[in-house]
């Protein structure tokens, strides 16, 4: 059995029996959840206030009222929790010393970092599927357009392996697990910042450059619906940089 | 089968182990003997490819830890210092987690499992959590670690570390029974660990290698003196003073009680026979007289003491060093 699915399973295995793994899934279900019944309660009452206003039965846009909005606040809420989830991958492993045991075995350090990404990605891949139940529901009552809906998820789903690459980026870098989630929001805190500051440039090279190192503008468009092998490859390319960079400071333990 | 060669390693301006080199052959069983923060789990973590050296050499079977670092790991056992434990896993899912990474074919992990278990005493816990093992039991856990793919080197820091003594002499005993088929080498600070299963000792000081012997050697090569003890019914008040007069005697001591004392003479003087002459002229009781060899504990202290290695005087050092 290749060391890969090996590592997988035990990642699997230690998320199932630790608390924080099911306070995380909670917390992400429910605001999931909640965000979309707020948006389905404010989009009914957008909806009772036109009817009585233009007497008619409105056909409100589902996608904009509520999916959009679903995802756009799922995208903050990414931010906070998955370093939470990475947090442990490497530092735990360096506490307990158990990194001694991982980094004397016949196994690749490209293949341990890929091993322990792709664990959490399979966990945060089962969440995300788990949401998936409110555009289901919903499409049992009204109808929209399901094709900004797919990108959106894939959207979360790419933000999501970058985010979680930052993190296992920040776990190799401590012994301390509050301290990697910290470093891990930190980082992402920058990335996401860049844009911001591309933003001010405005329409200067820059500008366009710093708005193009963040995700915002490529989340965006994806959301909207709009699906572009150009944002697909910023983010592909963003999370191999991350695991690779994270490689090298795994490797550079050794000096 | 190892072959270390000038191996230098600094953390940061802290030299940690300065110019090692030593072999052990196949079949063999080295001990590395030196006090703490001597540079023991620094040269065991160089040879199992954990951390790199910044100068020097190291082989094990053949391969290069360098270049050929996935073959040597897949040969080497290791147990390190601390032993390398997932506290939430069960005793079983964990060896089979470490069998399964060691690369060791799914239809052989069930028949190692259970002869390590069988071998380091892991019976009655083996479905236990590790989290709720007791240190013993985890030192236990983490020697079937090293044992588990049966690899034909064998990397152990300080395996008998937090045993009780039973459990002690059945791991000696099981280190022992692998001499000749594995290649060993063992770290410890307790020198009768040494003695009873090392064929050869090495002696390791501040990062540098002070000696390098069989147990026997080592002790015999450091006598400057004989020293016996001699203990007597009713001692006399100026026997001291008296004993001191003999020829050869370079000091005498007394102690531990006041009818006993150690008498240290130069090399090659074995003045028993005078002793007990003496002592029976007197009328003053022989109890009991002996000679008092060093043991590989004086032999420690005094290479360990100095804060500068002896300077190797004689060949056999001088060739190692
Ligand atoms: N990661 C590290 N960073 C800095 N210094 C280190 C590191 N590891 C070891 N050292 C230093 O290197 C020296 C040798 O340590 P080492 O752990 O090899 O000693 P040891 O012989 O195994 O001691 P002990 O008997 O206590 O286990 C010590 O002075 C230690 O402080
Ligand atoms: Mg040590």
């Known amino acids: ?255 | 089968m190892i072959n270390v060669e000038n191996i230098t390693k600094r953390y940061r301006t802290l030299t940690a182990i300065e110019k090692v080199t030593f072999t052990v052959k196949k079949g063999e069983i080295l001990g590395f003997l030196g006090p703490n923060g001597a540079g023991k789990t620094t040269t065991m973590r160089i040879l199992t490819c954990f951390t790199s050296p910044n100068e020097g050499t190291v082989q094990v079977a053949g391969f290069d830890c360098f270049e050929q670092a996935l073959e040597v790991k897949k040969r080497i056992g290791y147990l390190p210092e601390t032993p390398p434990l997932y506290h939430e896993l069960t005793v079983m899912e964990y060896l089979l987690f470490v069998g399964r990474l060691k690369g060791l074919p799914s239809w052989r992990i069930p028949s190692r499992m259970d002869s390590v278990i069988e071998q380091v005493g892991l019976g009655e816990v083996r479905r236990r959590i590790i989290g709720h093992l007791s240190r013993g039991f985890r030192q236990r856990v983490g020697l079937a670690q090293a044992l588990l793919h049966d690899p034909p080197v064998l990397i152990l820091d300080e395996p008998t570390v937090g045993l009780d003594p039973k459990q002690i002499i059945e791991i000696r005993e099981l280190i022992q029974s692998l001499v000749g088929s594995h290649t060993i080498l063992l770290s410890t600070h307790i020198l009768t660990e040494a003695t009873a299963i090392c064929q050869r000792v090495t002696i390791i000081h501040k990062g540098r290698i002070v000696a390098v012997d069989s147990p026997e050697r080592l002790s015999a090569r450091l006598r400057q003196s004989e020293k016996m003890s001699l203990t007597v019914k009713a001692p006399p008040p100026d026997w001291i003073e008296r004993l001191r007069a003999f020829p050869g005697v370079m000091s005498v001591f007394q102690g531990p009680s006041i009818e006993t004392c150690l008498i240290e003479c130069k090399l090659g003087h074995d003045i028993r026979e005078d002793l007990a002459r003496f002592v029976v002229n007197q009328g003053i009781g022989l109890l009991e007289l002996k000679t008092v060899s060093m043991s590989l504990e004086d032999v420690f202290l005094h290479l360990t003491q100095h804060d500068e290695p002896p300077p190797p005087t004689d060949p056999l050092t001088q060739e190692i060093l």
């Open chain 1, 1 to 255: 059995m290749s060391p890969v699915p090996t590592i997988i399973a035990k990642e699997l295995r230690c998320f199932f029996v630790s608390p924080i793994f099911y306070i995380i899934g909670a917390v992400f279900l429910f605001i999931a959840g909640f965000l979309a019944h707020l948006m389905v309660v404010n989009a009914g009452q957008q909806a009772l206030r036109l009817m009585q206003v233009q007497n008619v039965s409105a056909q409100l846009n589902l996608n904009d009222l509520v999916f959009r909005q679903v995802f756009l606040g799922l995208e903050m809420v990414l931010m906070f929790i998955l370093p939470m989830l990475t947090m442990r991958l490497f530092a735990e492993e360096r506490k307990l010393r158990t990194l001694e045991l991982l980094l004397t075995s016949p196994i690749g350090i490209n293949e341990l970092v890929s091993a322990k990404f792709m664990s959490v990605l399979l966990i945060y891949l089962g969440l995300l599927g788990l949401t998936g139940i409110t555009p289901l529901v919903l499409s049992l009552y009204t109808s929209f357009d399901w094709n900004p809906i797919l990108t959106g998820y894939l959207a979360l789903a790419l933000q999501g392996g970058l985010f979680l690459a930052v993190g296992v980026l920040a776990s190799t870098m401590t012994e301390n697990q509050i301290v990697a989630a910290f470093l891990g929001f930190g980082l992402i805190f920058v990335i996401w910042l860049l844009g911001g500051l591309g933003d001010l440039l405005g329409n200067t090279p820059v500008g366009h450059f710093l708005s193009y190192l963040s995700f915002t503008e490529h989340f965006d468009r994806l959301v909207r619906g709009l699906l572009d092998t150009k944002d697909v490859v910023y983010y592909v390319t963003g999370t191999v940089l991350m695991l690779f960079i994270a490689h090298r400071i795994v490797d550079s333990h050794r000096w």
